[in-house]
């Protein structure tokens, strides 16, 4: 009985063991798939027997974990070893979800003491991300150490709270197996040991580097070589990241072709001067990213040491949040550069809060030589200050000194300036700059400014709509000094509108000399106005004596008005002189006047007839009534048809060219009263009545004046009483036997009176004279010829001196000038 129950009882396990391995699979998966998908785990496939020697053999088994896939097969597992032939891992995107997930937590492994080791013959891993698939072998030579062959070579150490090991890799490898048309990429060469640990919350590497990366800009070739340890740690929970590449040399090199890059121009020699093609770069100090944001605390950049340029840039507190990259921004930089043609610049800068100022400092020997002008000890300093960059509105102001010692620049010479210019713009885009120069001097040719204050000043609005801009300008100069003129205090006030076209207005005062400039610039046209205001014409006297020193003007007004255009070379003007007096060594015109309009075309200027008066001119001899009239046709001046009154008869002068070295004016005079002509030396004894008439031909060179076959004719009868003439006297004591004859002259009724007249350009007057006349006391007829010299000037220039009012003319206005 016992033997039947213990043989039923076994046939019963036998069965149940028979059932459990042929149904292993459902029950396995009855049993294990729930705890499996308590952790996220799904296990899909499931397929696996026992060996003859007791070992599980796993055919094929399926497990999935958020959307990751993994497929192993041909497993062997006893209690010392664990065999995974094949396995293969397929990569997807992890699935979104809303859940908040929990914070990283240092690792807690429970790693037994004892278990199976683990080899994994290939582990095939799949992404979209990568070109082929990423073949690993995986051993365990001892407990929790494993080694990775294949396309990746790494060693890894399980600990109950970390990971450590070692892995390398290079661009080679990664270039084969990520899946990316970035050309970028193919100039990246570098080979990398690094070592690694993960303690669940944070992860590390460190380790060599040895990089190089070319870039080509069309012909220019670009090289840069890294080389030491970087560090690298990243914190999961507070997704900290901080790049340590301290230790790093970093070589930055440009091939010579790079120069091609400058556009051709006149700079360019001056630029690839500059241009160093050798530098060094360092981020000295670890990078920080956390979430969005990107630290840096120090950037360094220099050309390299053996470079014949100097430059030095340093960033320092950069910052970055990349979710708005411009208006988080900050840093400093501060830069130095120094060159053969670079005596210094300095820059210093800070962005910060859409911010940006700083400060520079710029020194340079002598200006380049592609600019169009030269300069001695040039220095520039200056600050600014600018806000709200983000909305290409930007608020703020700046200012810049600048100073030269000398200059040149299209045939001026400068020297000693100095300017202030200084620029703001507020938030309704309002700009204002005002720029302060002074001067010592600046010469062109032979004209010469000393002693220059400028202040221009200009604002507008940049905002919509076309652009109106306001000018203000003051200008002051000491001295004009040319060959032909100087003047002296020059004032020039200056306002303006800028838009489509300039329009501007100048107040001028030029040595007294007041006017007013009006002008319109635009592409087609520039016409003008120049109004002179009526004023004193004693302002004049300053100009006037520098090219007659014996001239002055001593009373009198005179304005005007021009306009026309600058591009047509045309102009219309005319000129009031009113009631003008104008005094010249000994010589009196007393309120010249006169109003003429006229143009000016091409070059060419023309005045129309216009009459002229002179109330009175005295000359020794006094001339009054003076009229006539002056025109300009095609830049030449005459004066004609000029009529007045001297010695109570009248004169006309037929034309008179100015500034015609050679020319001859015909004279004409008649009913002269020859008692005011003889009296010119009233103690001469001699007593002429009647009245004269003649003709005067006057020719002029560059010797001076002469008269050539004039006369002289009496009109009507006349009159001749000689008595006390110490001259006559004398002649008729000397020559006796002509005593009869010229004692007939002492009281003589003159019947005809004919005379030539001649004068020499050094003032010696010759007159053939022929008198016929009457004796009436001696009741007998005379007929006399003698000839009479005489030097004008000199009895002209004492008649002058003898002249009262001239003198009180004189003292009067030498007491002004005083």
């Known amino acids: 009985m016992l033997k039947r129950v213990s043989l039923i009882i076994g046939a019963v396990m036998l069965s149940i063991v028979l059932l459990g391995y042929v149904f292993r699979l459902p029950l396995l998966q009855w049993a294990v798939a729930p705890a499996l998908e308590k952790a996220g785990v799904t296990l899909s496939c499931l397929d696996f027997s026992l060996t003859?020697?007791?070992?599980?053999?796993?055919?094929?088994?399926?497990?999935?974990?958020?959307?990751?896939?993994?497929?192993?097969?041909?497993?062997?597992?006893?209690?010392?070893?664990?065999?995974?032939?094949?396995?293969?891992?397929?990569?997807?995107?992890?699935?979104?979800?809303?859940?908040?997930?929990?914070?990283?937590?240092?690792?807690?492994?429970?790693?037994?003491?004892?278990?199976?080791?683990?080899?994994?013959?290939?582990?095939?891993?799949?992404?979209?991300?990568?070109?082929?698939?990423?073949?690993?072998?995986?051993?365990?030579?001892?407990?929790?150490?494993?080694?990775?062959?294949?396309?990746?070579?790494?060693?890894?150490?399980?600990?109950?709270?970390?990971?450590?090991?070692?892995?390398?890799?290079?661009?080679?490898?990664?270039?084969?197996?990520l899946k990316t048309d970035n050309a970028l990429l193919n100039g990246l060469s570098f080979d990398s040991a690094q070592a690694f640990s993960f303690n669940g919350v944070e992860a590390s590497l460190t380790g060599e580097l040895q990089a190089q990366y070319d870039y080509k800009i069309q012909s220019c070739d670009i090289t840069n070589s890294s080389k030491g340890v970087l560090s690298a740690t990243y914190h999961l929970n507070s997704q900290n990241l901080e790049l340590d590449p301290s230790t790093l040399k970093n070589n930055v090199k440009l091939s010579n072709n790079c120069q091609t890059l400058i556009p051709e121009s006149a700079y360019k020699s001056f630029a690839v001067k500059q241009l160093p093609l050798n530098w060094q770069w360092a981020l000295a100090k670890p990078i920080s990213a956390e979430h969005n944001t990107l630290s840096l605390p120090l950037i360094t950049l220099k050309s390299a040491e053996q470079a014949k340029q100097n430059i030095d840039m340093t960033f320092t507190d950069t910052f970055i949040n990349t979710a708005a990259p411009l208006q988080s921004a900050r840093t400093q930089l501060k830069a130095q550069l120094h060159t053969d043609d670079i005596k210094a610049v300095v820059l210093n800068t800070q962005l910060e809060n859409e911010q940006l100022s700083g400060n520079y400092d710029i020194a340079l020997t002598a200006l380049p030589e592609f600019l169009p002008a030269e300069a001695n000890n040039v220095k520039?300093?200056?600050?600014?200050?600018?806000?709200?960059?983000?909305?290409?509105?930007?608020?703020?102001?700046?200012?810049?000194?600048?100073?030269?010692?000398?200059?040149?620049?299209?045939?001026?010479?400068?020297?000693?300036?100095?300017?202030?210019?200084?620029?703001?713009?507020?938030?309704?885009?309002?700009?204002?700059?005002?720029?302060?120069?002074?001067?010592?001097?600046?010469?062109?040719?032979?004209?010469?400014?000393?002693?220059?204050?400028?202040?221009?000043?200009?604002?507008?609005?940049?905002?919509?709509?076309?652009?109106?801009?306001?000018?203000?300008?003051?200008?002051?100069?000491?001295?004009?000094?040319?060959?032909?003129?100087?003047?002296?205090?020059?004032?020039?006030?200056?306002?303006?509108?800028?838009?489509?076209?300039?329009?501007?207005?100048?107040?001028?005062?030029?040595?007294?000399?007041?006017l007013v400039a009006n002008h319109h610039v635009s592409k087609v046209a520039h016409p003008f106005e120049v109004i002179i205001p009526q004023q004193s014409v004693l302002s004049l006297n300053s100009i006037i004596s520098?090219?007659?020193?014996?001239?002055?003007?001593?009373?009198?007004?005179?304005?005007?008005?021009?306009?026309?255009?600058?591009?047509?070379?045309?102009?219309?003007?005319?000129?009031?002189?009113?009631?003008?007096?104008?005094?010249?060594?000994?010589?009196?015109?007393?309120?010249?006047?006169?109003?003429?309009?006229?143009?000016?075309?091409?070059?060419?200027?023309?005045?129309?007839?216009?009459?002229?008066?002179?109330?009175?001119?005295?000359?020794?001899?006094?001339?009054?009534?003076?009229?006539?009239?002056?025109?300009?046709?095609?830049?030449?001046?005459?004066?004609?048809?000029?009529?007045?009154?001297?010695?109570?008869?009248?004169?006309?002068?037929?034309?008179?060219?100015?500034?015609?070295?050679?020319?001859?004016?015909?004279?004409?005079?008649?009913?002269?009263?020859?008692?005011?002509?003889?009296?010119?030396?009233?103690?001469?004894?001699?007593?002429?009545?009647?009245?004269?008439?003649?003709?005067?031909?006057?020719?002029?060179?560059?010797?001076?004046?002469?008269?050539?076959?004039?006369?002289?004719?009496?009109?009507?009868?006349?009159?001749?009483?000689?008595s006390n003439n110490e001259a006559f006297d004398a002649v008729m004591r000397q020559q006796q036997e002509l005593q009869p004859v010229l004692g007939l002259l002492k009281n003589l009724d003159i019947q005809k009176l004919n005379s030539t007249v001649a004068l020499k350009s050094d003032g010696w007057l010759n007159l053939g004279v022929n008198l016929q006349g009457f004796n009436e006391p001696e009741q007998q007829q005379v007929n006399f010829n003698y000839n009479h010299e005489e030097n004008v000037f000199t009895l002209l220039r004492a008649l002058r001196l003898s002249d009262e009012i001239t003198q009180k003319v004189e003292q009067q206005y030498a007491k002004k000038g005083n």
């Open 380 to 514: 520039a300093a200056g600050d600014f200050t600018v806000t709200k960059l983000i909305d290409f509105k930007p608020v703020g102001n700046a200012r810049i000194e600048l100073s030269f010692d000398s200059a040149a620049a299209y045939g001026n010479a400068l020297t000693g300036y100095t300017g202030n210019l200084k620029a703001s713009m507020n938030e309704k885009l309002d700009a204002k700059v005002t720029l302060k120069s002074k001067l010592n001097s600046v010469q062109y040719n032979e004209f010469k400014l000393t002693g220059i204050n400028n202040t221009l000043s200009a604002r507008a609005n940049l905002g919509v709509g076309e652009l109106f801009a306001h000018l203000n300008a003051s200008t002051q100069i000491n001295t004009l000094t040319s060959p032909n003129v100087d003047l002296n205090t020059i004032n020039v006030t200056s306002t303006g509108l800028q838009s489509r076209a300039l329009k501007a207005s100048h107040h001028v005062l030029i040595n007294g000399v007041e």
């Open 52 to 177: 003859s020697k007791l070992n599980v053999h796993v055919q094929k088994a399926c497990l999935s974990y958020q959307n990751q896939e993994l497929v192993v097969t041909g497993i062997t597992a006893n209690t010392r070893h664990v065999e995974i032939k094949q396995a293969a891992l397929n990569v997807n995107p992890f699935p979104q979800s809303d859940k908040e997930s929990s914070p990283a937590t240092i690792l807690d492994l429970a790693l037994p003491e004892k278990r199976p080791t683990i080899t994994v013959e290939q582990l095939s891993i799949n992404s979209a991300l990568l070109k082929r698939p990423l073949v690993l072998n995986i051993t365990e030579p001892k407990l929790n150490h494993f080694v990775v062959n294949g396309d990746l070579n790494a060693s890894a150490t399980l600990y109950n709270n970390k990971v450590q090991g070692q892995l390398k890799v290079n661009d080679e490898l990664l270039k084969q197996l």
């Open 546 to 722: 520098q090219f007659e020193p014996l001239a002055q003007l001593t009373q009198g007004e005179f304005g005007g008005r021009i306009s026309g255009d600058v591009n047509l070379q045309k102009a219309n003007f005319n000129l009031t002189v009113g009631d003008t007096s104008a005094l010249y060594n000994d010589y009196l015109a007393n309120q010249f006047s006169t109003q003429f309009s006229g143009q000016y075309d091409s070059g060419q200027l023309n005045v129309a007839p216009t009459t002229f008066n002179v109330n009175e001119l005295r000359a020794g001899a006094v001339v009054n009534n003076i009229n006539g009239k002056i025109e300009v046709v095609n830049n030449s001046a005459q004066a004609f048809n000029i009529v007045g009154n001297v010695f109570g008869g009248g004169f006309e002068l037929d034309k008179y060219s100015l500034l015609k070295p050679q020319q001859t004016a015909h004279v004409t005079f008649e009913n002269v009263d020859a008692s005011k002509l003889i009296t010119l030396d009233d103690k001469s004894g001699i007593t002429l009545t009647g009245r004269l008439k003649g003709s005067l031909p006057f020719y002029f060179d560059e010797t001076g004046v002469e008269v050539k076959n004039g006369s002289l004719a009496n009109q009507g009868q006349g009159k001749l009483i000689i």
